[in-house]
């Protein structure tokens, strides 16, 4: 799935779900060494734990962070699942 940003660096975040469980997560654009950090930490988690823990995640002043898009992405790709 490719999910479009909203209010961070990153633009664009590419993920797949088999079985729940997250995976090939990378972002396009942002700050290259923690997204890819971010990345590798929740490869094979499931994605209501990666929710529950990226959501809300604030960068600075910003209402959002790369990480917390990545929870909407999930919460997106949740509901057209559904």
Do not use: W
């Amino acid at each position: 799935m490719v999910y479009k940003t909203h209010g961070t660096c990153s633009r664009e975040i590419h993920f797949d779900v088999n079985d729940n469980k997250l995976t090939d997560v990378s972002f396009v654009g942002g700050c290259n060494g923690n997204l890819k950090g971010i990345g590798k930490l929740v490869e094979g988690m499931d994605i209501d734990e990666v929710i529950r823990r990226l959501d809300g995640v604030k960068c600075g002043f910003k209402s959002t962070s790369c990480p917390d898009q990545l929870a909407n992405a999930l919460k997106q790709y949740k509901a057209s699942q559904a």
